[in-house]
């Protein structure tokens, strides 16, 4: 016991990143996986340097792009707290020009319905307003081609999708979408599609009723610690074990500041095992791969 106890001073953090178990992780096919962040907050000075820190080490570290899906300033709330704290509107998108060197940015819509000035509140499926949401998505999606940025991937804030906002999220050119979590539901605990409208988590399908945007689901934050990732990765890496399956770890943007330890460890995780997992930006290439998955299998139906 004593001898034991002696060992244990030295398992740090980092070295229990190093052994965590691979179990059940052998794979004749790899997971493709991304991490993506839902990103609100860089109107903070202090988060944006932590997320574009941490953008050019997930780079250096995996040669892929980190997802990040991101609010225009035009998004309400955004709006609402950059012009009290000051930020100027070009500034917000100098942030995101530094961001997009090495992020893939995308599109993260929470919508609301404006009461009064600093009042606002939340579309969801107990206050639908599609008309706002959608609205909403026209805004912002005008303000991302203005100034030069053509979101492809999409992530719903508070996990809320409805079909309005999936047809317009098509009609604005959306190709992915990581908006089904693995439980299936959303912050208010309704489901957009039940259990017999989508797959498992692992195979990308279209997002109805879309004809175009493939859904890749999302597993979980990366933010425990990786024997705890280790561990809960198992239930997904257990399915299909003979076919590529694809998802994304999701993540927020200010969870960097608390974080910043668990996530960089996690993704070493990732990294480490390289013959089970094969990270990715799910750039056109890897789209184009899945979409002519997709259509064998729909020849097979
Ligand atoms: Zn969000």
């Given at each position: 016991?004593?001898?034991?106890?002696?060992?244990?001073?030295?398992?740090?953090?980092?070295?229990?990143?190093?052994?965590a178990?691979?179990?059940?992780?052998?794979?004749?096919?790899?997971?493709?996986?991304?991490?993506?962040?839902?990103?609100?907050?860089?109107?903070?000075?202090?988060i944006?340097?932590?997320?574009?820190?941490?953008?050019?080490?997930f780079?250096?570290m995996?040669?892929?792009?980190?997802?990040?899906c991101?609010?225009?300033?035009?998004?309400?709330?955004?709006?609402?707290?950059?012009?009290?704290?000051?930020?100027?509107e070009a500034?917000?998108?100098?942030r995101?020009?530094?961001?997009?060197?090495?992020?893939?940015?995308?599109?993260?819509?929470?919508?609301?319905?404006?009461?009064?000035?600093?009042?606002?509140?939340?579309?969801?499926?107990?206050s639908?307003?599609?008309?706002?949401?959608?609205?909403?998505?026209?805004?912002e999606?005008?303000?991302?081609?203005?100034?030069?940025?053509t979101?492809?991937?999409?992530?719903?804030?508070?996990?809320?999708?409805n079909?309005?906002?999936?047809?317009?999220?098509?009609?604005?050119?959306?190709?992915?979408?990581f908006?089904?979590?693995?439980?299936g539901?959303d912050?208010?605990?309704?489901?957009?599609?039940?259990?017999?409208?989508?797959?498992?988590?692992?195979?990308?399908?279209i997002?109805?009723?879309?004809?175009?945007?493939?859904?890749?689901?999302?597993?979980?934050?990366?933010?425990?610690?990786?024997?705890?990732?280790?561990?809960?990765?198992g239930?997904?890496?257990?399915?299909?074990?003979d076919?590529?399956?694809?998802?994304?770890?999701?993540?927020?943007?200010w969870?960097?500041?608390?974080?910043?330890?668990?996530i960089?460890?996690?993704?070493?995780?990732?990294?480490?095992?390289?013959?089970s997992?094969?990270?990715?930006?799910?750039?056109?290439?890897?789209?184009?791969?899945?979409?002519?998955?997709?259509?064998?299998?729909?020849?097979?139906?």
């Amino acid at each position: 016991m004593l001898r034991m106890m002696r060992n244990i001073k030295y398992i740090t953090f980092e070295t229990l990143s190093k052994v965590a178990p691979l179990k059940g992780f052998d794979r004749s096919e790899p997971a493709v996986v991304g991490f993506s962040v839902h990103c609100e907050k860089i109107y903070d000075g202090v988060i944006y340097r932590a997320l574009l820190q941490f953008s050019k080490y997930f780079f250096g570290m995996t040669g892929k792009r980190l997802i990040v899906c991101t609010h225009s300033p035009l998004n309400p709330v955004t709006q609402y707290v950059i012009k009290n704290i000051g930020l100027k509107e070009a500034e917000y998108k100098e942030r995101l020009d530094s961001l997009r060197e090495f992020c893939d940015l995308g599109y993260h819509g929470h919508f609301y319905r404006k009461k009064k000035e600093g009042e606002y509140s939340t579309i969801n499926e107990y206050s639908p307003h599609s008309d706002v949401a959608v609205g909403q998505i026209r805004q912002e999606c005008g303000w991302f081609r203005d100034n030069g940025f053509t979101p492809r991937k999409y992530i719903a804030g508070w996990w809320y999708l409805n079909k309005d906002i999936v047809l317009e999220l098509e009609a604005q050119g959306f190709e992915t979408d990581f908006s089904m979590r693995c439980s299936g539901k959303d912050t208010f605990g309704c489901k957009y599609l039940q259990e017999d409208e989508r797959l498992p988590v692992g195979d990308p399908f279209i997002l109805p009723p879309s004809k175009r945007i493939i859904e890749i689901q999302t597993v979980f934050g990366p933010t425990s610690h990786p024997y705890r990732v280790g561990q809960l990765l198992g239930r997904f890496m257990r399915y299909g074990k003979d076919r590529k399956i694809y998802f994304v770890f999701s993540m927020h943007d200010w969870d960097l500041l608390i974080f910043d330890r668990e996530i960089r460890a996690s993704i070493e995780f990732v990294t480490r095992a390289r013959e089970s997992f094969q990270l990715s930006d799910f750039n056109v290439n890897e789209l184009d791969a899945i979409r002519s998955i997709l259509r064998k299998k729909r020849n097979h139906l």
